[in-house]
């Protein structure tokens, strides 16, 4: 059994920062892939960065790519999403996601749906103004 759970979010101000935190335990492993989501209201959870457990590669959507950096830390199973130059569309619920990572043929188009993790945390609000 796996348990994530979410923390910093909060509100900022178009072009602040906020740094997210996911914090995992139980039954959890350093190869799986870890990813954030996000959902806004009336929309479909979107991935928006995957870094992979093997070798800490990173993806991102187009939508936060060079604005957004993940990263993690191993020895305390913590993941991290530092978000740089916010904006409004930003704003949304925020989840973290783990689960075995895609096979590479197949992972381009995988990392990104919600289907393709099990384990999820319940969320952190993040609103941009």
């Known amino acids: 059994h796996v348990q994530l759970v979410e923390s910093g979010g909060g509100s900022v101000q178009a072009g602040g920062s906020l740094r997210l935190s996911c914090a995992a335990s139980g039954d959890t492993y350093d190869s799986f892939c870890m990813a954030w989501f996000r959902q806004a209201p009336g929309q479909e959870r979107e991935g928006i960065a995957v870094?992979?457990?093997?070798?800490?590669?990173?993806t991102y959507a187009e939508a936060v790519r060079g604005r957004f950096t993940i990263s993690r830390d191993s020895a305390k199973k913590t993941m991290y999403l530092q978000m740089n130059n916010l904006k409004s569309e930003d704003s949304g619920m925020y989840y973290c996601a783990e689960d075995f990572c895609p096979s590479s043929a197949a992972f381009a188009r995988s990392w990104y749906r919600a289907r393709s993790y099990s384990y999820w945390g319940r969320g952190t609000q993040v609103t941009v103004s």
């Open positions: 870094i992979e457990g093997a070798d800490g590669t990173t």
